[in-house]
């Protein structure tokens, strides 16, 4: 799976939009880019993923650049409860049977504001 | 549908003992993975279990971990005997057999304290 660099930490203001970049430049063509978070004392959550067209659902939209080589996880409308640590991984998908592991790497802490 | 359910939620047991968590997918889920994120690292990828088979079992750290499935429903994963390091969170996750994307749940995780 190609690595991603994201960084360290965010601030946000509460209601305000939270953008949070992740570069993979070594993506390949095959590979999706999926966003987990982890709101503290509980375990991994899973939020969105696209393979090059920009997603939305209820948590959030992904923007993924034309070359893909990054994209950026935006919350709308960021509450205090969005406050964890979110991890951005590109992976590969079996296309049958079952799927192959995830690997985080060390994630951006947001951290909403009041 | 119930979540996956992990237990204990906290352990602290003394170095060499043994410690047993236990993980109770959703009902269903052939995939079970185990992961952990001890102090100030990474969450790792310990091993993935398809029903009761052993898929991968390439991040286990030592012959110290032993993970089971018996009958392909809840797993769990012995540590015996514990070391210091071994501290850490631990986590399960399931998801169905063919995975769409995204159907990975994990559970709240075990938080496992050796002193």
């Known amino acids: 799976d190609a690595k991603t660099t994201q960084p360290t930490s965010m601030d946000c203001a509460e209601g305000r939009a939270a953008n949070l970049p992740c570069n993979h430049s070594?993506?390949?063509?095959?590979?999706?880019v999926y966003w987990y978070r982890q709101i503290h004392s509980q375990g991994p959550q899973y939020i969105i993923h696209?393979?090059?067209n920009n997603e939305t659902n209820e948590m959030a939209s992904l923007i993924i650049t034309e070359d893909r080589k990054s994209s950026t996880l935006i919350l709308p409308h960021a509450t205090l409860r969005d406050t964890a640590v979110y991890y951005c991984?590109?992976?590969?998908?079996?296309?049958?049977?079952?799927?192959?592991?995830?690997?985080f790497g060390s994630g951006t802490q947001l951290t909403v504001l009041p | 549908e119930a979540g996956v359910t992990q237990f204990p939620s906290h352990s602290v047991i003394e170095k060499g003992q043994t410690v047993t968590l236990r993980c109770d997918p959703i009902?269903?889920?052939?995939?079970l993975y185990w992961y952990r994120r001890v102090m100030g690292k990474e969450i790792k990828f310990l091993l993935h279990?398809?029903?009761?088979?052993?898929?991968?079992e390439s991040g286990m750290p030592n012959n110290r971990f032993l993970a089971e499935r018996t009958g392909g429903t809840y797993s769990t994963l012995k540590v015996q005997p514990a070391e210091l390091e071994d501290s850490g969170v631990y986590f399960c996750?399931?998801?169905?057999?063919?995975?769409?994307?995204?159907?990975?749940?994990f559970g709240s995780g075990t938080r496992l304290t050796v002193v």
């Open positions: 996750a399931s998801s169905p057999r063919q995975v769409p994307h995204g159907s990975y749940t």
């Open positions: 070594t993506i390949s063509g095959n590979e999706y």
């Open positions: 696209g393979l090059k």
């Open positions: 991984i590109v992976r590969d998908v079996f296309s049958s049977g079952s799927a192959r592991q995830l690997t």
């Open positions: 009902s269903g889920h052939d995939n």
């Open positions: 279990f398809v029903k009761e088979s052993k898929q991968d």
